[in-house]
T-cell receptor
Framework: QSVLTQPPSVSAAPGQKVAISCSGSSSNIGNNYVSWYQHFPGTAPRLLIYEDNKRPSGIPDRFSGSKSGTSATLGITGLQTGDEADYYC???????????FGGGTKVTVL | QVQLQESGPGLVKASGTLSLTCDVSGVSISSSSWWVWVRQSPGKGLEWIGEVFHRGTTNYNPSLESRVSISVDRSTNQFSLKVTSVTAADTAMYYCARVRTDVRGRMISYYIDTWGRGALATVSS
């Protein structure tokens, strides 16, 4: 059972957009910044979004992040077949004094 | 650029100790960074195991704390993970990574910007 809650899967057709939610509490998302990662199994995860909505260099602007209260959202527009991967949210949890991840969301391009 | 590479035995006997090392290159491990271990068990999501600061301070996942130890060796620019009393549930891909963290007012910025490629550790009975 992950501290942060994500939907197991989302899907859309190529060119469409998807939104992945990440729900937490005041000890994590509510009072700390959120990051998002893209993961193709067997490879190193890649940082997509940090500090709620900032993109590292090299990450296309098709990926965006937002946060409201104790929930965060990753948006992907112009969906491509290469976006089929698992996506994780993460943050610091002040009550646990530990980093935490969501359970992951599998994105499928129909 | 910063690179991390995990190494260690791929097979560990149940009830034994799993030991992995992360070789850091491109930056001194003594820079102002925390260094973290994350794992992914088959069919499951990412799990934060614990982290170490270059001065040796550590934080651990409360669910693993009694069995986990993370240390740093500044002379070799490496940090290490030990998991004791392993079971099949500890079979996973283990990743070492660099944390970027800062305090902005009352909020903590915490994210992992550089990851190793991962090392598979299998617990055998």
């Amino acid at each position: 059972q992950s501290v942060l809650t994500q939907p197991p899967s989302v899907s859309a057709a190529p060119g469409q957009k998807v939104a992945i939610s990440c729900s937490g509490s005041s000890s994590n998302i509510g009072n700390n910044y959120v990051s998002w990662y893209q993961h193709f199994p067997g490879t190193a995860p890649r940082l997509l979004i940090y500090e709620d909505n900032k993109r590292p260099s090299g990450i296309p602007d098709r990926f965006s992040g937002s946060k409201s209260g104790t929930s965060a959202t990753l948006g992907i527009t112009g969906l491509q077949t290469g976006d089929e991967a698992d996506y994780y949210c993460g943050t610091w949890d002040g009550s646990l004094s530990a980093g935490v991840f969501g359970g992951g969301t599998k994105v499928t391009v129909l | 650029q910063v690179q991390l590479q995990e190494s260690g035995p791929g097979l560990v006997k149940a009830s034994g100790t799993l030991s992995l090392t992360c070789d850091v290159s491109g930056v001194s491990i003594s820079s102002s960074s925390w260094w973290v271990w994350v794992r992914q068990s088959p069919g499951k999501g990412l799990e934060w195991i614990g982290e170490v600061f270059h001065r040796g301070t550590t934080n651990y996942n409360p669910s693993l704390e009694s069995r986990v130890s993370i240390s740093v060796d500044r002379s070799t620019n490496q940090f290490s993970l030990k998991v004791t009393s392993v079971t099949a549930a500890d079979t996973a891909m283990y990743y070492c990574a660099r944390v970027r963290t800062d305090v902005r007012g009352r909020m903590i910025s915490y994210y992992i910007d550089t990851w190793g490629r991962g090392a598979l550790a299998t617990v055998s009975s």
